[in-house]
C-alpha cells in the first residue's frame, strides 16, 4: 500500500492541476467573449469538463490495449493537454488584465482585444509545439578518447533514446527516424531508453522498425523507466528479433570498444551501479562506453573508468520553462555534452515526447558521436 500512495498522491495533484488550469481558461474565455447566455455557459461548461478528464479517460483506455480509435483519441487529448499549458498562462495574463481594468475603471475594450490576442498567441505556439516537436535535428559532438581503438577513429555513432513509440509516435514517425538515422551512415546506433512509450500498442511491428537499419557493428539498446511500464520481457523479444542487442547490466565487446547497458532501476542505485560495475570484468586498457538512460549517479560511472555515458530521459524540459527546471535537478548534466574529471557526458533531449506531444525552447534530436583518439 505504501508504494502505491506517492503513484495516488502525484496523480490526484496533477488532477488538481488539470482543473485549476481549465477553470482558469474557462473564466477567461468568458471575460474577453462575453459570454452570458445561460445555454453558451453550460455548452462551455460540458466542453470544459470533459476536456479535463480526457487525457485521464485516454489513458485509461489505451492500457487496455491498442487500436486506432484509442490511439486517437489519446493524440487529440495529449494535444490539448498540451494546449491547455500555453492557455492557462495566457489566461492568467488576461486575468490580470481585466482586474487592473475593473480596478482603474478602465474601458474593457483594450482588455478583450488584448485577451483575443493572447488566446490567439496561445493557440498559434501550441500548433508550432506540435509541428516543432516531428522535426528531427541533428546534434554533432566529437569525442576523444586516449585508448581508442584504430579501427574506431573518425567513425560515427549515432544516439538517440525517449522516441515513447506508442498511442502518441508510431509506425509514420519511425520511419522518419529511420530515415534520419540511415542519412547519417552510422557504424554503430546507441539507444539510451524509452524506445516504448509503456501501454500496448502493436510493439513488434514498432521493434521491427530496427531490422531495416544497417549499420556496420549493429544496434545496442539499454532500457528506460518507460520499458517498465509495459512488457519488458515482451519488448526485449520483439527488439532482439529485429536484430537490436538489448543489454540489461551487461556488457559487450564491439571491436575493443566495451559498451555496457544498464537498466533504468540499476542505474537508479548507487551500491546496485557499483555492484553491477564490479560484476563486468572491465578491462581498463580498452575503451568504455555507457549506455544509462538517466544522467544519474555519474560519479559512479566515472570511478569505474568509463570514457563516454550517452543517457536520455531529461527530454531538456520538453516545453518552456522546462529546461530550467531540468537543469536545477540534473545541473549541467541535463542537456548535451560536458566532462567529468576524464569522462565525457552526453545526455540528448529525446527523439520523441511525453505527455504533452509540444516542444517550445527545446528540439528533438539524434546525436551524431564522432570518434577520435585523444
Known sequence: MKSVLPIIYIASFAILLIGIGHLAIYKSI?????????????????????????????????????????????????????????????????????????????????????????????????????????????TKYTVRIENLPEEWVGKNIVMFADSHFGSMRNINFGEKLLAKIESKNPEMILIAGDYYDGPPANDEAIANLMSNLKTERGIIFAPGNHENYGNISNYKKFLLDAGVEFLDNEMIDVGGLQVVGVNYNTGSNKDTLAQTFSSLDLKNDLPKILIKHAPTNLSVVDEAGFD????????????????????????????????????????????????????????????????QKK
Open 30 to 138: 468568458i471575460a474577453v467573449f462575453d459570454i452570458s447566455t445561460i445555454r453558451m455557459i453550460n455548452i462551455l461548461r460540458g466542453i470544459f469538463i470533459f476536456g479535463a478528464l480526457s487525457f485521464i479517460i485516454a489513458n485509461f483506455i489505451i492500457q487496455m490495449g491498442y487500436s486506432q480509435v484509442g490511439s486517437l483519441f489519446y493524440k487529440i487529448s495529449a494535444i490539448w493537454l498540451g494546449t491547455v499549458y500555453f492557455l492557462f498562462l495566457a489566461s492568467v495574463l488576461i486575468l490580470i488584465v481585466f482586474t487592473i481594468s475593473h480596478f482603474f475603471g478602465l474601458s474593457l475594450i483594450f482588455a478583450k482585444v488584448t485577451g483575443f490576442i493572447l488566446i490567439s498567441m496561445a493557440l498559434l505556439v501550441s500548433l508550432y509545439g506540435v509541428l516543432h516537436s516531428y522535426n528531427i535535428l541533428t
Open 308 to 371: 563516454l555515458v550517452v543517457s536520455g530521459h531529461v527530454h531538456n524540459g520538453q516545453i518552456w520553462p522546462g529546461p530550467w527546471l531540468t537543469k536545477k535537478i540534473y545541473k549541467e548534466f541535463s542537456y548535451g555534452m560536458n566532462l567529468l574529471n576524464k569522462m565525457t557526458v552526453i545526455t540528448t533531449s529525446g527523439v520523441g515526447t511525453w505527455g504533452p506531444p509540444q516542444r517550445v525552447g527545446t528540439n528533438s534530436e539524434i546525436m551524431v558521436i564522432n570518434l
